[in-house]
């Protein structure tokens, strides 16, 4: 095929005769490169040096993967069409045995991308309830409660393991990870975590992979090896139940509408982290709504004290696992507050509060936004003894929205009424979790 270039010269323009050169793949592909002397109309020659423009890979079944690198003939740039699933990638790098693809038709990632994460916090880096949770604490390590942001504590009993959001303890690049420090011994625990169905829906009637990174405390503990689910939700979805377990033991089952989408396997730790995946899980329970990730400690002979680490859940999209990148704390933060908020004043001085003149016996309300619009109509409660003048302590009318709720205090006498949140146990909270 020809190609007529038309450039302009000074003050005249010249017609370009260009023939590429067509080269081929081991894999039928095809390379497109620029290589000859170009002839114009004018008798005058141009040369173009020798540039690969791209490498179509057509007729593809499947993504490609870290051995579709340059010892089979592949370039960077060039491009690889899967035709069975709808997908298109680029090459980043064809290094021999480390090939990194990038999916280009949208979300997706090949060898070397990385797929978003569908959980929220799996790092644990948000703690709105606290950072430390016993059986004195509220709200308390108790079984089938919220604690560390989106996760719930499943445990055989109440104060089977104190939460604890770890600063010390982390894999490289992290900046937290959940402990959970036995405070009941031969007993089991865990934690889940339930995916919003709107979220689901990426991966139902698909495949998903998961992983985590793990290790124990101390190399005597009898704590000292974990499994994880994936588990579908078949009934009306986001109405769940979250104490997903039956009855535990070394493989629970579960209650009611829960199914597991994979056989878990029993990964042993090591006082280093290390990264456990399970890859490929078909999410295909008839009918299924929500999804859960539920990664539980297997064993019955915990002893006091032993404790275990967790950190970089990832559940995403694809029959691979790929990196757990985390994202900006700024993005993380609002995913977590369409769940739970909790507005916590920032100390002394009062950074909450209303001040205004109202008749006796008469009601007043202040109307502020959340941070973040919620998931439902949330529960919201005030926590905390506010400093208050001429008003009782406040309340939140009834039935806030998803973005704003009603203050609500009453004058006692005609005057000045005043309602501070001045400590930083004062604070406000919505709840819409699942």
């Known amino acids: ?38 002839s114009a109309r004018s008798g005058k020659n ?11 890979h057509v007729n593809k079944t499947n993504a490609p993967t870290i051995n579709d690198d340059s010892s089979a003939g592949f370039g960077v740039s060039d491009l690889w069409t899967d035709e069975t ?4 990638y680029i090459a980043l790098d064809v290094t021999v045995g480390a090939a990194a693809w990038t999916e280009v038709t949208g979300g997706g990632a090949g060898g070397g991308g990385v797929n978003p994460n569908l959980l929220i916090n799996g790092d ?40 604890t959001q770890e600063t010390t303890v982390v894999p490289t690049g992290s900046h937290n990870s959940i402990k959970l420090e036995v405070e009941t011994a031969n007993k089991q625990f865990g934690i889940l975590q339930i995916i919003e169905g709107k979220d689901a829906a990426a ?14 405390a101390a190399a005597d503990d009898n704590t000292h090896s974990l499994k994880a689910i994936v588990l579908a939700w078949d009934s009306t979805e986001d109405v769940v139940t979250s104490d997903v377990v039956n009855v535990w033991g070394a493989t629970p089952t579960y209650v009611a509408n829960w ?18 995946t399970i890859e490929n899980i078909s999410i295909d329970t008839a009918g299924a709504k929500n999804v859960a990730v539920f990664i539980f400690c297997d064993q019955t002979d915990g002893a006091i004290d ?59 309300f202040v109307t502020t936004a959340w941070a973040t619009t919620k998931r439902v109509h949330p ?25 704003v709720f009603l203050l609500e205090g009453a004058a006692i006498a005609t005057g000045t009424c005043v309602i501070l949140a001045n400590s930083s146990d004062d604070a406000i909270s919505g709840d819409a979790e699942l």
């Open 1 to 38: 095929m020809n190609f007529v270039l038309v450039m302009k010269f000074g003050n005249y323009l010249e017609e370009i005769n260009m023939s590429p050169k067509i080269s081929s793949y081991p894999d039928g592909g095809k390379k497109s490169i620029l290589d000859f002397v170009i």
């Open 46 to 56: 141009y040369k173009l040096a020798g540039t690969v423009i791209t490498g179509q």
């Open 85 to 88: 699933n709808d997908k298109a």
């Open 124 to 163: 644990f880096r948000i703690a709105q309830r606290g950072t430390n949770f016993t059986s004195a604490t509220t709200p308390a390590n108790s079984d089938d409660t919220y604690l560390l942001d989106r996760f719930i504590l499943l445990s055989d009993g109440n104060d089977i393991v104190d939460v």
């Open 203 to 216: 991966i139902i009637g698909g495949v998903a992979s998961l992983s985590f990174d793990a290790r124990m």
């Open 259 to 276: 199914t597991g989408e994979n056989t878990p396997a029993s990964n042993t730790l090591t006082t280093s982290w290390q990264t456990f």
């Open 306 to 364: 032993d404790a275990i680490y967790i950190s970089k859940i990832k559940l995403e999209k694809g029959a691979s696992a790929t990196d757990c990148e985390t994202r900006p704390i700024a993005q993380e933060e609002p995913l977590a507050q369409r769940f739970y908020e909790k507005m916590v004043n920032n100390g002394t001085g009062g950074s909450m509060g209303a001040s205004m003149y109202q008749l006796a016996s008469v009601a007043f």
């Open 379 to 403: 529960t919201a409660a005030v926590h905390g003894t506010w400093t208050v003048v001429n008003t009782p302590q406040p309340i939140i009318r009834a039935s806030p929205s998803r973005n």
